[in-house]
């Protein structure tokens, strides 16, 4: 069955094609004008639109252009009369997928209609096998590269993360990752989907903290046109987008108390209605949630529904912190410069012994992601092929002296790198204000002067988890 919009002035043309059409099994919609025709492709997505060429205001040459430029997946079939060949030309150079010629049968009408959504559903078919061969070719690559895509270890505790995420990915069960921020939980969701038999169905990624009760609602569920201000079109929510695949649900525990209830409804019934909607929709979705709460701190908070708890935490996988494997930590550099390297114009291939001890000897509160970050700051200050000690911040404090803000600093003689230090500011004072703030994202945004919004913009861009 395929969604099908049927645009043509004519109401006996527009009414017997909707019937034929109904008749083979199709859901059809109608339009006497391509203007009203866009109206309805806006509200509501199309497999097919069949126009037809000549109408008056907004020909069907237009139509054919305007759907192209708003949904550029919908199919188009335009109707002609006999002797318009040229239009015909035009129509397929502008995107137009088949034609007609009046006069036409019933029967050819609804042959050429199937054969025209049989052929685009193959084309879906094999842009679905060829993003799947694309995921697992990559995925398959980066493993080689790599352990499991960026997830970089080989001490024991990750061996039994990698061990961990073996055994999971072959099961369609709930997976709690826990972590401290920066451990890389989202790669071990990925990893995760990549592994199991969803692996040709989407990944989606929902970071539940930086969105208001009303927006994660909607963000989650998907709303119904006019469900609120500013609600003037149909959308679809997270749940519905992953179906088929994997939902990951960041930061969990900051999820309120009405959604959860909502969360815990899906969880259990595997359906779900739309903000503002009626119609129940069925999902089929695997939930990977995750969360730097500790499970007792989690489970025994007060704020957190023990129920849904227990659906969430089926299985728990714990990611160490990087001050426990600091033996990874000469693998994760030299990962990184290999990384970064294009990025910062540098031609360094390697860490010295010296500026490795120096790094191993930090206690890392920002973990991989800190790291991460030292390495990249590091790689723009290096000259030459090695990364020595006297590239490396200080990392007193856990953070770059360069950076602190804490006393009035000299420019360095061989100079700096201002846009490094002044983010690295940027950074320690985020993540000072959270602190002050305990966890109360309005609470950091007034201590900062800053806007909600422009908040949850830099929290995003330093990777910085509540």
Known sequence: M???????????????LELLLRRRGHRTRSAESGARGMELLEDEDADLVIT???MAHMDGMEVLTRVKEVKPETEVMVITAHG??????????????????????????????????TDREERAR?????????????????????????????????????????????SDSTVMVYGESGTGKELVARAIHAGSPRRE???????????????????LFGHEKGAFTGAEKQRRGRFELAHGGTLFLDEIATVPGTTQVRLLRVLQERELERVGGEETIEVDVRIIAATNAAPDDLKGDGTFREDLFYRLHVVPLLIPPLRERREDIPLLVSHFIEKL????????????????????????PGNVRELENVIERAL????????????????????????????????????????????????RLLRQALENAEG?????????????SALYYKLEKYGIET
Not at 157 to 166: G, S
Not at 201 to 219: H, I, K, M, Q, T
Not at 442 to 450: D, M, P, T
Request: aromatic residues 4%; contains cysteine; proline residues 3%.
């Open 440 to 452: 109360v994202k309005a609470e950091a945004a007034r201590l900062l002067g800053l806007k909600p």
């Open 126 to 170: 094999l842009r679905r096998e060829n993003q799947a061969l694309r995921v697992e070719n990559t995925y398959l690559k980066e493993e080689a590269q790599a352990r499991y895509g960026e997830i970089v270890g080989e001490s024991e505790p990750m061996q039994e993360v990698f061990r961990w995420i073996d055994r999971v990915a072959r």
């Open 52 to 54: 037809d060429l000549k």
């Open 201 to 219: 169905g989407p990944f989606v990624r929902v970071n539940c903290g930086a969105l208001n009760e009303s927006l994660l609602d909607s963000e």
């Open 380 to 427: 723009v200050m290096a000259e030459g092929d090695e990364l020595d000690a006297e590239n490396v911040p200080d990392l007193s404090g856990g953070m770059s002296a360069m950076a602190t803000g804490d006393e009035e600093r000299s420019l360095p003689a061989n100079g700096m790198d201002l846009n490094s230090a002044v983010e690295g500011l940027e950074e």
């Open 2 to 16: 395929a969604e099908i919009l049927i645009i043509d002035d004519h109401d006996s043309m527009r009414e017997g």
């Open 341 to 364: 390297r294009d990025r910062t114009a540098s031609s360094v291939e390697s860490a010295t012994d010296e500026a490795l001890r120096q790094l191993a000897a930090h206690d890392w």
């Open 84 to 117: 318009t060949i040229e239009k015909v030309v035009e129509a397929m150079k502008l995107g137009a997928v088949d034609f007609i010629t009046k006069p036409f049968s019933s029967e050819e009408f609804g042959v050429k209609v199937d054969r025209l959504l």
